[in-house]
């Protein structure tokens, strides 16, 4: 398993919202951070373009899509750019969550799932998550958490 760029986390530019952006800097190390409300502006996966093929780019979805405000990778992915845990798009599910542990970074439990609903985004972790059963019309799955309830996971 390796993480591509196979879904993209991105706010297409036409949106009524903005996205603002700042730099930070924690523990001597600069970050990029970016903030939109989701009642405002759109957030959207995408996976795969209109013939089915993995985008595996930016300026691909772009081309499809129209300008993107802000984009990212957004999960993990094997090395052919299907999704290794949850994946959902538009409610449509294109792999199914996984909830044990297992091997490589993925595996490391917890994980989380990062689950775009009406008007929020939020992430859960992903046992709570299944438990919940939150209304996502997008959603993927990442692992390991790196902040849990506001504290980075030791």
Excluded at 24 to 46: K, M, N, Q, S, Y
Excluded at 51 to 80: C, Q, T, V, W
Excluded at 127 to 150: D, H, N
């Amino acid at each position: 398993m390796i993480l591509v760029l196979a879904a993209a986390l991105a706010f297409l530019a036409g949106g009524a919202g903005a996205v603002t952006c700042s730099e930070v800097e924690h523990a001597g190390t600069p970050f990029t951070v970016c903030e939109v409300d989701p009642a405002e502006t759109p957030i959207r996966l995408f996976l795969n373009d209109a013939a089915g093929r993995p985008y595996g780019s930016f300026s691909a979805i772009e081309a499809e899509k129209g300008p993107l405000a802000m984009a990212m990778n957004g999960g993990m992915y094997h090395s052919d750019r299907s999704p290794v845990g949850l994946y959902s798009e538009n409610g449509d599910e294109a792999q199914r969550i996984i909830t044990s542990a297992g091997p490589g970074n993925f595996g490391m439990l917890p994980n989380g799932v990062f689950c775009i609903g009406p008007a929020r985004a939020r992430v859960w972790e992903t046992r709570a998550f299944v438990e919940a059963a939150p209304e996502c019309t997008y959603a993927s799955q990442s692992g390991p958490m790196l902040v849990i309830e506001g504290e980075l996971h030791p």
